[in-house]
Structures are given as C-alpha cells and as structure tokens.
C-alpha cells in the first residue's frame, strides 16, 4: 500500500512520514508533496529510505503537479493497477493567519484542497473498481467564532461555527467543500487545536514554535525560586512580554495527532478491528444520517496563553518574571491592534476525537507535551548561552 502526505514538509507533515515510515509490513511507500524543489526533505533523508520515500512538487493554488503526483501514487510495485493508494493526510495550507488576511483569495485555493479532491475523485470515484483513499484533511480550531467554551461539533450555539478572520473563512470553505465533493465514508475533518511537540524530523520549520517563544522569554530560573514563588513579585523587566489571561486554546500533541491518523487507516484497510463504537467511524451503507466526518482534535484542557506559560515554567523550573499576564481585551498597545484578528475562546470539547479516534488512550496533558518538547527548550537556552 502507499500513502501520500500531502504538505509532508511542513511541521506535522514531517512527524507523520517518520511514524508512517515506521509502519514497513503495510505500508510499501511514502510519498509526500512540497511547494518547491527548495522545501523537499534532505536527500540524505531520501537516500536513507530509498524508494520507500517519494517527493512530489505541487502547486495547490494552481493545481500544478497535483494529478500526476496522484496518479504516481497510485502505482505500486508489488499490486497491479491502482490499488495502493489507501491513505492521505492534507497538512497543505498557507497556515500563517498574517498572509491569510493579506491575500484570502490565495488563501481559499491553497487551503481547499480542491485540485487534489478533484483528482482523487476522478480516479477512484464513480466507476472506478478501487475504494476511494481515506482522506484525512487537517483543520482548525479557527473555524469557531471565539465567543463561547468547549465548542463540540454539533455545537448549537448562535454563530458557533462563524470565523473573524481570513484564515478561519479559508479553513472552514475547505470543510464545507470536501464534505461535499469527497465520499463521505472515507473522509475524516480533525479540526486541530495549537500543535505542540519539538522541531520536526528532518527540517526546521521556519517559524518561531509556539513553545520556542515561551522558552526564549523564560530562561531557566537561576534563583531556585519556583514560578509561584516569582509571581508574587511585580514584572518589572521593560522587556517583559504580555502572555493573554482571556485568549483560550486546547494545544494538542503531535503524539495524540499523529497516532489517530495512523488509527484511522489501519481502521480503513481492516489491519484492525472495527471498534464497536456509537459515533461515526466509516460507516458505510448503514450510516446514520446525522453522521458527520468531523472530529474536534484538541489538548484535554482549556489554557489560556498565560496559564500555558506557567506550566511551562513550573515543569521546565524556568523564570516567569518576563511573562506579564494581560488581558488582551483590554489592551490598548497598537501592536495587538494590528496584527491579525484572533478569537477569544475557541476551546473544544475533544472528547469524540479521545474516544473514537484515539481508541480511548487519555489525550497527552500540556505538562507531558512540555516534556516532550524537552528539546525545543535545551536548543533555545544552548542556543543564548554560546
Ligand atoms: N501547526 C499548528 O499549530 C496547527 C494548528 C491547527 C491546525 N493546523 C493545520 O494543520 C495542518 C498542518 O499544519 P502545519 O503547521 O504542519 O503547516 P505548515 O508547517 O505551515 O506546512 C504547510 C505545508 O503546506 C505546503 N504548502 C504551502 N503552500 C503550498 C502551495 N501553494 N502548494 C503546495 N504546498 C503548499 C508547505 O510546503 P513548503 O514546505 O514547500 O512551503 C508545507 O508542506 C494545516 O492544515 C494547518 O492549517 C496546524
């Protein structure tokens, strides 16, 4: 069988082609999709997995390259035909909301995965022998309008499901358009909270990783105080950052993430048994109606970005006396007037996505993916002190 990642250069892509590479009885290749020549993995990488890893160069605003890298994964070398293609994970996206809000055209194009749907389509849609792959296409928590707490996917509320800004209305068209135009029976949303985890495999992302930045701002405490113990003194550093008391997220890890898809499609090709679960998991023919595809993949708790900060500094025994805790809804500093507009709230209720997906495994705690990116913060302190 082969697999496609597509995006497989960026930050999730990565961790999920090392652990699909893990998987050498099943699965025959992996092939994954770049933008550029510039962005594929490194050749040493290549050369350690030979033909097993394959690179496709795609342009998913244009649609260039995209049904020839599906047709190529289609092939195999040991099935005849088109029968290999069993697994692939969108992770393409202009995923930094700044460009989103710059260009919302570009950023439609790119995050609607519609050349590479339409491709799929036509060559495993109707009257084609083969089962369509399943897709699994990676969303977002900006899909919900920031106002309320734990949003679940059947969410009720007024508005619930209403993006502020570019890269939300982007993300949200992308869900709307594949649960049209895909097989529903072989398509799973997961809707992704912050990402957590070290830098990826093979190739640094070139973007300050959310659990990077608290690190730089809070080097490791020389004092032996703990970070309740400095809380009580006032932050008096002009260089102290403010880290939001009222904007909430659930970070989820890269861990809980990639092992749900890799659930997923050995759920797909039947290397497991099916679990006798009520909620949605591929159920075909007899399918509920109200089925739906969609899974709200978040961390198991709601953090505001300053209580992330505090964890962080009381499991790392870093200083927190550069983080200022503020409330962004009532600052008035012209730098977070300008950037991009980001929601409030948009916790998530994941308990569908622990259940179903994650096979019940209790979804990893901020604490646990702080020590899983252990590494991230070792390299930032090295990185200061040579
Ligand atoms: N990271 C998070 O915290 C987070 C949170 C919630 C949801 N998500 C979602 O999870 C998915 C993966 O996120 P990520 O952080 O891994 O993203 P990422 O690091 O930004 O990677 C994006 C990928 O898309 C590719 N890409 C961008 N523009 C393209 C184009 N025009 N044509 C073809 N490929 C293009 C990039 O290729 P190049 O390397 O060549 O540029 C890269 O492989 C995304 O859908 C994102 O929206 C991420």
């Excluded at 393409?92 to 460009?99: D, G, I, N």
């Amino acid at each position: 069988m082969n697999v496609l990642v597509s995006g497989g250069s960026g930050y999730l892509g990565q961790f999920l082609i090392e652990r699909l590479l893990t998987l050498n009885k099943e699965i025959n290749a992996v092939h994954y999709t770049c933008s550029s020549e510039s962005s594929k993995l490194p050749e040493s990488v290549h050369e350690q997995h030979k033909r097993r890893l394959v690179c496709h160069v795609c342009d998913f605003e244009t649609g260039a390259g995209v049904e020839e890298c599906v047709e190529k994964a289609s092939k195999g070398e040991y099935l005849e035909g088109n029968k290999n293609l069993k697994l692939v994970v969108n992770c393409t996206a202009l995923s930094q909301p700044k460009q989103c809000e710059e260009n919302e055209e570009k950023a439609r194009k790119i995050n609607a995965p519609t050349h590479l749907c339409e491709a799929l389509m036509r060559k495993y849609g109707k009257g084609s022998e083969e089962r369509v792959p399943l897709l699994v296409h990676m969303s977002t928590d900006q899909v919900f309008c920031g106002s309320y707490s734990n949003t679940r996917e059947d969410d009720a509320r007024e508005k619930a499901f209403e993006p502020i800004n570019a890269y939300g209305r982007s993300k949200k068209y992308a869900e709307s358009y594949l649960l049209e135009n895909y097989d529903k029976n072989a398509l799973v949303i997961l809707r992704s909270s912050v990402i957590t985890g070290p830098q990826p495999p093979y190739r640094r992302v070139d973007r300050p990783l959310f659990l990077d930045f608290i690190a730089k701002t809070c080097p490791p405490n020389t004092r032996g105080q703990s970070a309740e113990g400095e809380e009580k003194e006032e932050v008096k550093d002009e260089n102290a950052v403010e880290f939001w008391t009222d904007e909430f997220r659930n970070p989820v890890s890269r861990i809980d993430l990639t092992e749900a898809i890799v659930y997923c499609f050995e759920i797909f090709v039947g290397l497991r048994r099916k679990r006798d679960v009520s909620a949605f998991l591929f159920e075909e023919g007899g399918g509920s109606s109200d089925s739906t595809p969609i899974y709200h993949a978040g961390g198991p708790e709601r953090l505001s970005r300053y209580d992330m900060v505090t964890i962080f500094c009381n499991t790392m025994r870093a200083s927190k006396k550069r983080a200022k805790p503020a409330e962004k809804s009532k600052t008035t500093s012209s730098s977070a007037a300008a950037v991009v507009k980001t929601p409030a709230d948009i916790s998530m209720d994941s308990t569908k996505f622990m259940t179903v997906l994650r096979n019940g495994v209790q979804l990893k705690s901020f604490q646990e993916q702080v020590l899983d990116s252990t590494t991230v913060y070792l390299s930032a302190v090295l990185g200061k002190t040579r």
